[in-house]
C-alpha cells in the first residue's frame, strides 16, 4: 500500500486567496483525520471523519476552514480567506477498524504571505 | 488546556546511552497511550502503545512505562543511536480508534 497521499507537499499563497489541501486515505481505513502542526502549538486536531462523516470539528479554528469527505478514498482541507497565521504543516491520518495507531500522511507545508 | 504534556522541548544524549522522553497527561478518561516519532519532512509514524491495563510495554530497544497514579508515562531508548534522533510525540485516547490528543513533542538529538 501507498500509504497515506497528501498533495501539494508545499504551497505558498497570498492572503485572502483561497487554499485546498488533499487527503486520499489508505485503503480499507474508515477514519480520517486532519492536524496542523505549528511550533507554538505541537500537534492539533482539526476534524475527523468516520465512515465519511465528520464526527468532531471543534478543532477547526474559525469558519474560514472547511472540510469535506465525499468519499472513503478523498478528502478535502480548503481555507478561504487564507492569512498568514494560518502558516503550517498540516497533515492527514487515517485508522482502519482493526488498529488503534493512526498512519499519517508526509503532510502539506503552507506558507501564506 | 493541554491535556497531554511533554514539559521538555529537547533533550541531547550520547550514543549508546540511554534516552527518556517523559509525558504527563490530566485526563482520567485516557486508557491508551501511544509514541510517535517524526523526521524533518515526513509525517509522524506510530512507534510503540501502551493500554492503560499494562504499567509496560517493550519492543526491541523501546519500552514504554505507565504510571497512571501520578497520569505519568516514560518512553526508554537503550541504547540510543544517531538514527533516533527526532521529534517524539506523545500521544493519548480515551477509545478504541477514537481521536488522539498529542503533545507538544520533544526533540531528540543523539550524538555520535
Known amino acids: 500500500d501507498a500509504g497515506v497521499i497528501q498533495s501539494p507537499r508545499h504551497e505558498v499563497t497570498e492572503m485572502g486567496q483561497e487554499v485546498t489541501l488533499r487527503c486520499k486515505p489508505i485503503s480499507g481505513h474508515n477514519s480520517l483525520f486532519w492536524y496542523r502542526q505549528t511550533m507554538m502549538r505541537g500537534l492539533e486536531l482539526l476534524i475527523y471523519f468516520n465512515n465519511n462523516v465528520p464526527i468532531d470539528d471543534s478543532g477547526m479554528p474559525e469558519d474560514r476552514f472547511s472540510a469535506k469527505m465525499p468519499n472513503a478514498s478523498f478528502s478535502t482541507l480548503k481555507i478561504q480567506p487564507s492569512e498568514p497565521r494560518d502558516s503550517a504543516v498540516y497533515f492527514c491520518a487515517s485508522v482502519g477498524q482493526t488498529v488503534n495507531e493512526q498512519y499519517f500522511g508526509p503532510g502539506t507545508r503552507l506558507t501564506v504571505t | 488546556d493541554q491535556q497531554v504534556k511533554q514539559n521538555s522541548p529537547s533533550l541531547s544524549v550520547q550514543e549508546g546511552r540511554i534516552s527518556i522522553l517523559n509525558c504527563d497527561y490530566t485526563?482520567?478518561?485516557?486508557?491508551?497511550f501511544l509514541w510517535y516519532k517524526k523526521y524533518p519532512a515526513e509525517g509522524p509514524t506510530f512507534l510503540i502503545s501502551i493500554s492503560s491495563i499494562k504499567d509496560k510495554n517493550e519492543d526491541g530497544r523501546f519500552t514504554v512505562f505507565l504510571n497512571k497514579s501520578a497520569k505519568h508515562l516514560s518512553l526508554h531508548i537503550v541504547p540510543s543511536q544517531p538514527g533516533d534522533s527526532a521529534v517524539y510525540f506523545c500521544?493519548?485516547?480515551?477509545?478504541?480508534?477514537?481521536?488522539?490528543?498529542f503533545g507538544a513533542g520533544t526533540i531528540l538529538r543523539v550524538k555520535s
Open positions: 485526563n482520567s478518561m485516557f486508557d491508551y
Open positions: 500521544a493519548a485516547s480515551d477509545g478504541y480508534g477514537n481521536k488522539l490528543v
